[in-house]
């Protein structure tokens, strides 16, 4: 694609960036047919090629509108796209970019502006998720099935081992995970725990920024990816084997730091450090020995691998082979590449997009009976559960008797 990028935006990191990514496409359009928003709304600017040609525009021309910023809204995030693409085009840095110049360019109505702001906040106060979520529960039975689903069952938190073993890795407890299934972390641990590893978290660590770089606040972003280095510095220092992700999405959005922060003269080496070192938890698994676990009685399973950890992070079968190895059985799953509309925040801010989405991801994953959901990711478990006839869970439960 031939470029025509305003001087004063390339000289910009972002601007040099973006011209190098859009040079890279050929319009060739394999991104549309797998693109869930284009398959489902059939508008050209509504896959990733038209939403590329709106940001040559925009980037060139110096002028953005609501237009753009709808279908631009409308992206998942998914990266499908990027698996598809032949010329390797970087889709899901490229919209970072243009999101942030949107932005930055065409101010939000006050509604939408304390709506997002107010969702993000919310989501990264842990005490004040935490509040609300508990809040929600007490009346769940109360409120109309349509709010109703959307609140999700508490889940029990159960035990941690204090580990002593010399084998050490670190945790990122994540945001809003602790709060709406606190036994995802902690099945991690005492998983790992069995094999002979120490699985703790550092203390400062919190969110991975990625709702803040999906929402279009990048300088909370880098803040967010920053505290986070720092908290897990001294323990890379004392030799920490991994950095280790039970939430995909979080997975991906850190094994991203070191380009995220490249042009960060303090961060830059820190950063890419972090992302050689984290790895999801099913890539710490396909590794080891996993003959002293006891995993629950077979069962049948339909698993759905979220787009962070098969297109973000390009961990593709890992999960579905460490089941199977434990003698559950995998059904095959029709479009298991497509998105189930969960997408971070995009189920609060897109719902009728999302839960279309949903119910067709639903439709395929339930078409052949099974007893279970597993999935990887925790905003794909709540959404999926929210309508799903059958349990939804983690997949790291199933590695355990009392799965």
């Not at 660590?205 to 967010?224: I, M, T």
Request: net charge neutral; aromatic share 4%.
């Amino acid at each position: 694609m031939q470029t025509q990028l305003p001087a004063e935006f390339l000289a910009t990191p972002e601007g040099s960036e973006a011209d190098r990514i859009l040079r890279n496409c050929v319009h060739c359009g394999f991104c549309n047919a797998t693109c869930p928003t284009y398959q489902l709304l059939g508008d050209e600017l509504d896959g990733p090629r038209g939403r590329i040609y709106l940001m040559k525009q925009m980037f060139e021309d110096g002028v953005a509108s609501g237009h753009t910023r709808l279908h631009l809204d409308r992206c998942l995030t998914c990266r499908n796209c990027e698996t598809t693409c032949p010329s390797g085009v970087e889709y899901g840095h490229l919209i970072d970019i243009g999101r942030e110049w949107v932005e930055t360019h065409v101010p939000r109505s006050l509604p939408d502006r304390l709506r997002r702001e107010g969702l993000r906040r919310v989501l990264l106060a842990p005490g004040l998720f935490g509040g609300l979520l508990k809040l929600g529960r007490g009346v769940r039975a109360f409120l109309p099935a349509s709010l109703k689903r959307r609140v999700p069952e508490a889940r029990p938190a159960m035990t941690r081992p204090v580990s002593t073993h010399s084998r050490r890795m670190l945790l990122l407890e994540g945001c809003v995970q602790p709060d709406i299934d606190p036994g995802i972390n902690a099945a991690a641990v005492r998983v790992l725990d069995r094999l002979g590893i120490a699985l703790t978290a550092a203390p400062n660590a919190g969110c991975c920024g990625a709702l803040s770089q999906h929402l279009g606040a990048v300088e909370a972003a880098r803040e967010a990816m920053r505290r986070n280095i720092d908290s897990w510095w001294p323990a890379i220092e004392a030799g920490v084997e991994a950095i280790v992700m039970t939430a995909s999405g979080c997975g991906s959005q850190v094994k991203d730091y070191g380009y995220l922060l490249r042009d960060d003269p303090a961060y830059a080496h820190k950063a890419a450090c972090v992302s050689g070192l984290t790895r999801d938890l099913a890539e710490v698994l396909a590794g080891e020995n996993l003959a002293v676990l006891e995993p629950g009685p077979a069962r049948r399973i339909a698993f759905h691998p979220p787009c962070s950890l098969q297109h973000g992070q390009k961990v593709r079968g890992v999960i579905e082979g460490l089941l199977t190895k434990l003698g559950h059985e995998l059904l095959p799953v029709d479009e298991a590449h497509l998105c189930c509309g969960s997408a971070g925040t995009y189920s609060i801010l897109q719902p009728e997009i999302a839960g279309q989405l949903r119910d067709r991801k639903l439709s395929k994953l339930q078409a052949r009976g099974p007893e279970l959901i597993a999935t990887a990711n925790i905003g794909c478990q709540t959404h999926l559960a929210a309508a799903s006839g059958v349990p939804v869970v983690h997949w790291i439960t199933l590695l355990e008797p009392q799965a």
